[in-house]
């Protein structure tokens, strides 16, 4: 079944107009979500909105936005007064620069949509993705749409482009405020580290090595209610604080190797693919071992 575009937009590249269809590119039932319901009958439940002062329900109707600009204190605006502040959409992606891609940390992603050319578009659509992986560099642009403006990275994939929107400078907290206690490194640690970390490395990210398993485990256990069947309750076990035994580092990382070093030399069956194992080493953190590669 062909993917269905959320909008058309036009993408301006200097005096080049492209015209595009933008696509989710979320996949349609991919996760797990519940649905709050009353315990007595079964029913589906509605949020309501309860004034704090009255203690009384207020319906839509009687409901105003206001900023609160000082504690408990608010100005309050009018649904015309929150529309003449909206952003005008113009169905443009308007391009400001380009910039090398690897300049943009992904710290500033936010949602991702595929783009792809609409009627009489092809040709300058194609040209600008050449162009982006010619120079290996992507495009910043500005978007408006839903009454805001959005910027918006233009970067090329395999055989098409991604809008990723981003967020603004003040939206990103600055990691100058996270406290990040410094340590030294001693050589032979670091050799030790590196070495590790070459062990179980792999030449590119494959997201089919990887699963949810939490929502296999509610995907089964909801099957299982459906037909009827009970689920186990494991007993509750308490969850580590973090402050686990304290080891010596250097024979947590030569332990590992060794750990990883003989899965990776244990035999594999034909037909039967290795399972990922997972290696943990004290201040460095888990880490994820692969099946080696025929």
Same mark, same amino acid.
């Given at each position: 079944?062909?993917?269905?575009?959320?909008?058309?937009?036009?993408?301006?590249?200097?005096?080049?107009?492209?015209?595009?269809?933008?696509?989710?590119?979320?996949?349609?039932?991919?996760?797990?979500?519940?649905?709050?319901?009353?315990?007595?009958?079964?029913?589906?439940?509605?949020?309501?909105?309860?004034?704090?002062?009255?203690?009384?329900?207020?319906?839509?109707?009687?409901?105003?936005?206001?900023?609160?600009?000082?504690?408990?204190?608010?100005?309050?605006?009018?649904?015309?007064?929150?529309? !003449?502040?909206?952003? /005008?959409?113009?169905? #443009?992606?308007?391009?400001?620069?380009? %910039?090398?891609? *690897? =300049? @943009?940390?992904?710290?500033?992603?936010?949602?991702?949509?595929?783009?792809?050319?609409?009627?009489?578009?092809?040709?300058?659509?194609?040209?600008?993705?050449?162009?982006?992986?010619?120079?290996?560099?992507?495009?910043?642009?500005?978007?408006?749409?839903?009454?805001?403006?959005?910027?918006?990275?233009?970067?090329?994939?395999?055989?098409?482009?991604?809008?990723?929107?981003?967020?603004?400078?003040?939206?990103?907290?600055?990691?100058?405020?996270?406290?990040?206690?410094?340590?030294?490194?001693?050589?032979?640690?670091?050799?030790?580290?590196?070495?590790?970390?070459?062990?179980?490395?792999?030449?590119?990210?494959?997201?089919?090595?990887? !699963?949810?398993?939490? /929502?296999?485990?509610? #995907?089964?256990?909801?099957?299982?209610? %459906?037909?009827? *069947? =009970? @689920?186990?309750?494991?007993?509750?076990?308490?969850?580590?604080?973090?402050?686990?035994?304290?080891?010596?580092?250097?024979?947590?990382?030569?332990?590992?190797?060794?750990?990883?070093?003989?899965?990776?030399?244990?035999?594999?069956?034909?037909?039967?693919?290795?399972?990922?194992?997972?290696?943990?080493?004290?201040?460095?953190?888990?880490?994820?071992?692969?099946?080696?590669?025929?």
């Amino acid at each position: 079944m062909a993917a269905r575009s959320l909008a058309s937009l036009t993408i301006s590249f200097g005096l080049v107009s492209i015209p595009v269809k933008i696509f989710t590119t979320a996949q349609s039932g991919g996760g797990v979500s519940f649905n709050y319901l009353h315990k007595d009958c079964g029913s589906r439940l509605k949020q309501q909105y309860v004034c704090i002062k009255e203690d009384v329900r207020v319906e839509r109707a009687d409901m105003v936005k206001g900023f609160e600009f000082a504690k408990d204190q608010y100005v309050t605006f009018e649904p015309d007064e929150l529309k !003449e502040l909206e952003e /005008k959409g113009t169905g #443009t992606v308007e391009i400001t620069e380009f %910039v090398p891609e *690897k =300049e @943009i940390d992904p710290l500033y992603y936010e949602k991702a949509y595929y783009v792809a050319p609409d009627k009489g578009g092809a040709k300058p659509y194609a040209l600008l993705a050449e162009g982006m992986r010619k120079t290996h560099r992507c495009a910043l642009a500005r978007w408006a749409a839903r009454g805001k403006q959005y910027l918006v990275q233009l970067r090329p994939m395999e055989n098409g482009l991604i809008m990723q929107q981003l967020r603004y400078s003040d939206e990103v907290k600055p990691v100058s405020e996270i406290e990040i206690e410094s340590a030294p490194v001693k050589a032979a640690e670091l050799d030790l580290a590196v070495k590790l970390i070459e062990q179980i490395s792999a030449d590119a990210f494959n997201p089919a090595d990887y !699963e949810d398993a939490v /929502k296999n485990r509610i #995907t089964e256990a909801v099957e299982k209610k %459906v037909q009827g *069947k =009970e @689920i186990s309750i494991s007993p509750a076990v308490p969850e580590s604080g973090g402050e686990g035994k304290v080891i010596d580092l250097m024979d947590a990382l030569r332990g590992s190797l060794a750990k990883t070093t003989k899965a990776r030399q244990a035999p594999v069956k034909v037909g039967e693919r290795k399972p990922p194992k997972r290696a943990t080493v004290s201040g460095i953190g888990p880490a994820r071992a692969r099946a080696a590669r025929r």
